[in-house]
């Protein structure tokens, strides 16, 4: 129940009571993250322990286990995840806390079975890795000096003592039980490491007399010349009194104050409607501007203020819109009233010990992706609701989320505390991240549905039993999700599942989002993702060795291989190292020196990868989202990801990034012809000028033609087709390429080279480069010339930096620029600079 306050509005010189000094709040936090240690009964001593953090961390870090990461470690490391480890912290009463103050106690994140004391008495039984768990105190149970202690039980033994109470085995067996992220359990891409610790803070709450518990708002009306918020405060008050509740914007001229409002005992929720005039809408960073309303809230009594909390405002309108059409059902974003194509990648935690990634981490892969052009992470049901700061930097930064709840490829029991428990998770992450602009969309979860009616899971069981999992499934999936969404946020739409129709299933290519894996897993070749678009590409990849930073930190030896078993324990798909090889053969050399087949591997991934984005791009309006899998790893691995572990950019990230630009050409050789696309996400029309040269790899130009064209908003078109034969008109096409520039008033808008054979096949050159590097701020410029044309040329420096571009093509007789941005001090990288490239690889060096 909401209790409506009609609030006048004041612009900022006319505050009532702007000229008033006050007290500092009485809300306080104390952070609990300090001087925590650990044992467990082999152990006959203590240890120190960081707080946030995980037990296989804690060991590591007082010498007493090998890197976890490292070698063959997690062969031997699996008795962790069997014993129970116990931290135990001790605290001091805080200063000057009084008797008929609040007290609360406020473990943010506990993975995942834990028992908490406070000086020798339970204070509460933890079974959720996904909730916060809090409980009051009374200030007199607070001695002059506390032991907080806790109890983690192996999550392994935990949850089998409730599923040894069912009659039959669920797909992926017991994890089914324990809200824990899946992928500790081990992935196809990520060790299997079944942690426990204190993985988020630990806090101590103290208040006198109230406290805003929660702040939130939503939307009711947003047009261009008004904007009309409800902002939702939750009070919590250990007496009646008669208060202010204040709400202003430290960024924009926008002040609310009342006064004498009755704050009733107890929980109480409080609505304020507030008008914002013209207001400034919330955007992807590659449509405008994410532009956010700060606030913040202040509850008064008598110049005191008893508490103050901030929000951040992003006034959008966000709709999945799924529609009948000719095809089958639409499935595509609307943001702010306009389609938008949605361009991105899949994103797993940063880490198998989630609680260690600091904020410097978030920044980085946020801002990778926002340099990378793009506008969607899908946040994986197999892994973790992220902390606020990752949510915070994709409001900031202008990245939509598609939200997975944390459910994945398994079928679940629905007993009452399991049914419960997962009502309480869903809740409460719905409430805390609603208030983001950056969410998109609510999904139940990952595969349940596919793997049920495409991978022979419903035909492993009995007719009852198969029956009962499926109303399971129904009943979490199709009720009790969309039961809590539509009470807590009702603005957002849900899915119940992703794919919504998996493989085998005809629909899959025309309705609902689309994880597409014939390309790897059954090694079709990269052509069938021209093939096959589908209406949301949610899930593609292929994958990659990373870079050799990367493995030399799990490979020290010398001599590596890539089937060594050193190399296979970091290489989790049963056929991984197969598929590369497989692939590879088809499309490029595949080179005996090691650091070259890493080289080649990232090239392979980026090709086909980006055949995919390509193929999806110009499918607009058809296809309107491609988000490959996957982003980033969470250990040191081959896998799926454009960024390795140590946070290097693979090609294809590189790729990526000029794939994913707002306009770009889009070149398809489509049999005997050669169609060229040219799509568009900007929101004007375009008028364009595009220049094809054909030339050879030493820089000859056989024929230049120029077309013009106007190109709609939004809008994917085809400005060019003509067969291949006459295109080339008898030049060798494994020695010629066409280069292709597309412009607007003179100012280049891309550029793109074809090919008209496999790499394999081209017949390339060794070559000499001009290299002149200059100083810059932060970092260096280098200008690149060259006489032939060097294909995908890689530039390294053993330097820890970002380039603007590699893996690139240079062309011949044209200069190319590029940056290296650093953070370390030196003055010159010439002689540093090494290069590999296709060219090299074909001619031996």
Known sequence: MYNSIRLLYFIAFSLVISSCSFEESSHRIISLNNNWEFTSEIYNQTYPAIIPGSIHTDLFQNNLILDPFSGENENYLQWIDTLMWIYTTEFKKPDGLKSDEGLEIIFKGLDTYADVYLNDSLLFSANNMFVPWKIKIDPNQLKIKN??????????????KLYKNLSFELPEGSRAYTRKAAYHYGWDWGPKYITSGIWQNVELHIWNTARIKELNYS?????????????????????????TLKLNSTNQEINYSIEDITIKKGIHDYNIPVEIKKPKLWWTHNLGVPFLYKFEAQLIENKQIFDSKKINIGLRTIELIREPDDFGESFYFKLNGIPVFMKGANYIPLSSFPGNVKDIQYNKIISDAVNANMNMLRVWGGGIYEKDIFYDLCDK???????????????????????ENIKNEAEFQVNRLKKHPSIAVWCGNNEIDEAWHNWGWSNSYSKKDSAELWNNYVDIFHKILPEIIKENSPEISYTSSSPLFGRGNSRSSTEGDNHYWYVWHDAYDFDWYNKVTGRFMSEFGFQSFPSIETIEYFDTSVNKSIDSEVMLVHQKHHKGNFLINHYMKDYYPVPENFEDFIYISQLLQAEGIRTGILAQRRAKPFCMGSLYWQLNDCWPAISWSSIDYSGNWKALHYFAKDDFKNIIIDP???????EIFIVSDSLKNLDIDLRLSLMNFEGEIKHIKSYQSVIPKNSSKLVYKKAISEILNHADLNKYFLFIELSHNKKILDSRHVYFTKQKDLELTKFEIDTKIKPISGGFEIRLKTKSLIKNLYIQVPIKGQWSENYFDLLPNIEKRITFRTEVEIKNITDKMTYNSLNQILTNK
């Open 147 to 160: 032991t907080l202690s806790v109890k983690l039980k192996p999550a392994i033994k935990e949850e089998l």
């Open 219 to 243: 939307i009711q009306n947003l047009d261009s010349s008004v904007a009309k918020v409800n902002i939702h405060v939750s009070l919590e008050s250990e007496k009646d009194f008669k208060g």
């Open 397 to 419: 930064e202008g990245i939509l989320i598609w939200q997975d709840f944390m459910f994945a490829n398994n079928m679940f029991p629905n007993d009452s505390m399991f049914l």
């Open 668 to 674: 398809y050789l489509n049999k005997d012809s050669l």
